[in-house]
């Protein structure tokens, strides 16, 4: 069975830092673009950032770009989310999802985590 399975998420207050973890079992995708999301209630998902396969290229979205970094450890078929100076509207579920060509929209990826949540106050 294949997993993606999320942890590292929590409470800070505004200015603060938390760091995701995503961990992959069932298979191993080190081929695999990986990307994170985002949804905050009553809005859609939308694209955080995403790392090639060999990590060489990162994509954010504008929100977020110069505060957080998306990493990955193929060894540990891992992937990361440092995120730096959160802002209460960095509140939302975040996902992790895989793709063998994935870009900034949802419906490019066909693996998903199950959320973990974010909630920064202010």
């Known amino acids: 069975q294949v997993q993606l399975v999320e942890s590292g998420g929590g409470f800070v207050q505004a200015g603060g830092s938390l760091r995701l973890s995503c961990a992959a079992s069932g298979r191993t995708f080190s081929s695999y673009v990986k990307g994170w999301f985002r949804q905050a209630p009553g809005k859609e998902r939308e694209f955080v950032a995403r790392?090639?396969?060999?990590?060489?290229?990162?994509n954010y979205a504008g929100s977020v770009k110069g505060r957080f970094t998306i990493s990955r450890d193929n060894a540990e078929n891992t992937v990361y989310l440092q995120m730096n100076s959160l802002k209460p509207e960095d509140t939302a579920i975040y996902y992790c999802?895989?793709?063998?060509?994935?870009?900034?929209?949802?419906?490019?990826?066909?693996?998903w985590g199950q959320g973990t949540q974010v909630t920064v106050s202010s």
């Open positions: 999802a895989a793709a063998r060509r994935g870009g900034s929209y949802p419906a490019e990826y066909g693996y």
């Open positions: 790392i090639s396969w060999n990590g060489v290229i990162a």
